[in-house]
């Protein structure tokens, strides 16, 4: 497995992460426990050393999935987690004051059977808590000896640069894809100049990408899929222009389109580090094989010209958590 490091951080990982959330929340029941523990440790006999959750998965269930399966190679691994949230319930609102933050790292540090936190992020951004507290609060954790690094998830520049300033950040996770390049219009800019890694979530559209949904394809009633308006099927039937595109591109490399989708986002820089997640080990095989594609030049201005015809239907998320992401 190749490594990256995030940002000017020092914080080598390899170059693909899996993102552990869907083994326990957001798509569907949660797996069962020892498949999902297998997938874990299938992930990182294959070389994966980077591993993302949050006590908002569940809540708690995801953390504590992670540090059972974790548990034996521990050292060699990395581990991001998240606050944030009240009672780690998005549904219930933002919290990041200093106490919930300390609260939390305490809590997940339990859950995640570890002393110290590899990655702290916050979850998102609470506008009734200045983010030079949050920073400060992180800095005072990683004096402690709790926390290794600080993160932000789905913050705004401004947000970003503030909170820099108390203390280095060194990762940025938003959504980055092919169906969602937003960052790279004010945020990717920004990350350079400071040194900031990226860690792209959802880097194959929620499973959208794959080729593997449509319009007819029904979620589980407890999927978070049925309320993002990005995934209505009148949406989904607009949206498969994009991916029967990068089909044809993956057809034409003897790939699938889920590999052209993440080395897509390989080849844009050398200090991102996409998490696909998935319950499935010939799905975590297949992202795997993505690291070995290497995209020319001339393949990177076909796809992103190829792209840019393409206007994707629908935004990300409901109202509700549409108002939560910074800008």
């Known amino acids: 497995m190749q490594k990256r490091i995030l940002g ?12 552990c959330m869907g083994l326990s929340f957001g798509f569907g029941p949660a797996t069962n426990k020892q498949d999902a523990i ?5 992930a990182y006999d294959k070389g994966i050393s980077f591993f993302d959750t949050a006590e908002a998965y569940g809540p708690y269930s995801n953390e504590e999935l992670l540090g059972e399966a974790l548990a034996p ?4 691994v990395v ?7 009240k009672e780690g319930k998005p549904a219930i609102g933002l919290d990041s004051r200093p106490e919930n933050i300390r609260a939390v790292a305490e809590a997940s540090l ?3 059977r570890t002393d110290v ?3 702290f992020y916050q979850h998102r951004v609470d506008p009734n808590v200045p983010i030079e507290d949050v920073a400060g609060t992180v800095k005072e954790l990683i004096k402690e000896g709790k926390v290794k690094h600080f993160g932000l998830s789905e913050a705004g520049v401004q947000t970003i640069r503030k909170a820099h300033a108390v203390y280095p950040v060194t990762a940025l996770q938003s959504e980055y894809s092919l169906w969602w390049k937003e960052p790279e219009q004010d945020t990717m800019p920004v990350l350079e100049e400071l040194g900031i890694g990226l ?8 499973g959208f990408l794959t080729g593997k949904i449509d319009e007819n394809t029904a979620f589980d009633k407890t999927d978070y899929r049925n309320i993002a308006p990005r995934f209505s099927e009148e949406n989904r039937k607009a949206n498969l222009a994009l991916v029967d595109l990068i089909g044809r591109i993956a057809s034409d490399r003897k790939a699938t389109s889920a590999q052209i989708a993440l080395a897509w986002l390989l080849a844009q820089k050398p200090w991102i580090v996409p998490i696909p997640g998935t319950t499935k080990l010939h799905r975590l095989e297949e992202n795997l094989g993505s690291v070995d594609i290497t995209l020319s030049a001339d393949d990177l201005e076909e796809i992103n010209e190829a792209v840019t015809t ?3 239907q629908g935004v990300r998320y409901p109202e509700q958590m549409q108002k939560m992401i910074d800008r």
């Open 8 to 19: 000017k951080s020092g914080l080598e990982v390899s170059a693909l992460g899996l993102g």
């Open 38 to 42: 297998s997938l874990i440790r299938a």
């Open 73 to 76: 190679f521990r050292r060699e």
């Open 79 to 85: 581990i991001a987690t998240k606050f944030g949230f």
């Open 110 to 112: 339990k859950r995640l």
């Open 117 to 119: 936190i590899d990655l």
């Open 199 to 206: 860690v792209p979530f959802s880097p194959l559209g929620k």
């Open 310 to 312: 393409i206007e994707v």
